[in-house]
């Protein structure tokens, strides 16, 4: 199965923001490149104002960091960036430690497909503190992007209570990589195929379409278009009826499937693709149902996202597979995941790990320092309960701990003894060097079906969704509080 890095240079290692090199280079020049530092990635808001998000980008994201190596080419480029006094701004013996440059760190991830929900590290990486800073770009627009999507696509399908939807977005992606990596995380939150040729070659995901407007503008007459097109793909007729009239169009259909029964070949469906889609849907139901063709489906696109789609489902729409694109492709009412990533943990020279955290005036904007792991909790009917943001380097929380909250700390939630903990944060690169097979991309996507089934519905609701429980071990708010005091009465006074 092919990834991202396969789509361009097989090396990425200049995917990357100038100032992760510039950090690179001072980190150099003061002797601590080399310190062994942790990073967490992971975001502040859940997005689309909604009860979860759907983990998305990690096999892409590791097929860059397997192959994360700074050629020729590279170190030439670099080498002819100028400061404003058109001197260097990298010299000769950085430029040398990147010519020698091979990821090494260890990464430990919560895999693709599992619902995660925010201030959780979806992704930590461990290893000598330049390694680690210069791959922060890259891993922010591949896990964000992609969790983004998938999380879309699972509110999408959703919506569609069980009708297939289609991803068409191919057209108004931001660019084909946009597409691409749409298409990826749109099949894993749930999607059933899409249009998109490459993404079905590259990812294996089942590709699906019908005909443009185009088609039938070519042949002027409507019922000509459409019995040509049949007569051409006599087993994958399904026509868009819209050009003209609507209505109009579906009699036609109607009157090419009549000839293709006459070979033994059906009508697949027709389109919808624009008008009032809970009527129109309607009355071609009908037409279609008293012209003999009730297994003929009738699919619907225009602009349709989670919202339009439940309100038309609750207009009585008889609408059987929903095509969507812009709205899923673009993440159009939230473009933007908002992800982070913070330096968590730095080990000083005396080989002690020191914690550092981030301030803010906004308390959700302030970081969660350690080496963090998420610990789920299950209750003995499947359900998900509560999440455990805790410290690797504590040891295990006791039965029975209470989780805060990290934006408000009078917010705790009581561990119940009978919930079990599953462990979400798992190993997944060892010294740069993956610690298994990639996983296939359908077991990512069974992983979202199943995990969205044990959420509480309401959790999973559109509007005004239940808060999902997610807290910090004690210690760790402890330990966070304190660290938050030390630095608050070290700041000069205003």
């Known amino acids: 199965m092919a990834r991202v890095s396969d789509l361009y240079r097989l090396n990425l290692a200049t995917l990357t923001d100038l100032y992760e090199l510039t950090m690179g280079a001072g980190y150099a020049a003061a002797g601590v490149a080399d310190r062994e530092a942790v990073f967490a990635l992971s975001f502040r808001t859940l997005p689309f104002g909604g ?79 330049l390694q680690a800073q210069l791959v922060e770009s890259m891993l922010l627009n591949v896990v964000g992007f992609q969790t983004l999507v998938a999380t879309k696509a699972a509110r999408v399908v959703d919506a569609a209570a069980g009708g297939p939807v289609l991803e068409f977005g191919l057209r108004r992606a931001q660019g084909p990589d946009g597409a691409l990596s749409a298409a990826r995380a749109a099949y894993i939150g749930g999607v059933a195929a899409t249009s998109n ?94 012209a003999g063709f009730t297994d003929t489906k009738i699919v619907a696109s225009n602009d349709l996202d989670e919202h339009t789609i439940a309100s038309l489902r609750e207009q009585g729409a ?53 080496v963090l792991g998420v610990r789920r909790f299950v209750d003995p009917t499947g359900r998900f309960r509560a999440d455990m943001i805790y410290d690797e380097t504590l040891p295990d929380p006791p039965a029975g ?29 060892r010294h740069g060097v993956r610690s298994g097979p990639a996983p296939a991309l359908d077991d990512a996507r069974s992983r979202a079906r199943s995990q969205l089934g044990s959420l509480h519905p309401g959790i999973r609701r559109l509007l005004n969704p239940h808060i999902y429980p997610v807290g ?19 700041a000069p006074p205003a």
């Open 401 to 429: 701990d209470v989780i805060v909250d990290p934006a408000d700390a009078l917010h705790m939630l009581a561990i119940a003894p009978d919930w079990r903990p599953i462990e979400l944060v798992e190993p997944v690169m």
């Open 197 to 290: 040729v490459l993404a079905g070659r590259l990812f294996g995901i089942p590709v699906r379409g019908t005909h443009a407007h185009s088609w039938v503008q070519v042949f002027d007459d409507e019922q000509r278009a459409f019995d040509i097109y049949a007569d051409a793909q006599p087993d994958n007729v399904t026509l868009l009826v819209d050009t003209y009239d609507s209505l109009a169009g579906v009699a036609h259909a109607i009157e090419t499937g009549r000839r293709l029964k006459t070979r033994g070949s059906s009508l697949s469906g027709i389109r919808l693709d624009s008008g009032d889609l809970a009527y129109l849907s309607i009355e071609a139901r009908r037409m279609l149902d008293e």
């Open 318 to 370: 008889r609408i059987d597979i929903w095509g969507v694109g812009t709205r899923l492709d673009t993440c159009y009412d939230q473009p933007a995941l908002g992800a982070i990533y913070k330096l968590s943990a730095i080990c000083d020279p005396d080989g002690c790990w020191r914690y550092p955290i981030k301030l803010s005036e906004h308390s959700s904007k302030i970081s969660i320092p350690g």
């Open 51 to 129: 009860g979860y998000a759907v983990m998305a980008g990690l096999d892409d994201a590791l097929a860059v960091l397997e192959n994360l190596r700074f050629d020729g080419v590279d170190i030439d480029f670099l080498r002819g960036l100028r400061a404003s006094d058109d001197r260097p701004i990298f010299n000769a013996v950085f430029l040398e430690q990147l010519a020698g440059f091979e990821f090494s760190c260890d990464v430990d991830a919560i895999p693709e497909g599992t619902v995660v929900f925010a201030n959780e590290p979806l992704l930590r990486v461990r290893g000598p503190l």
């Open 472 to 490: 910090l071990e004690m210690r760790l708010h402890e330990r966070r509080h304190a660290l938050v005091l030390e630095r608050r009465r070290a």
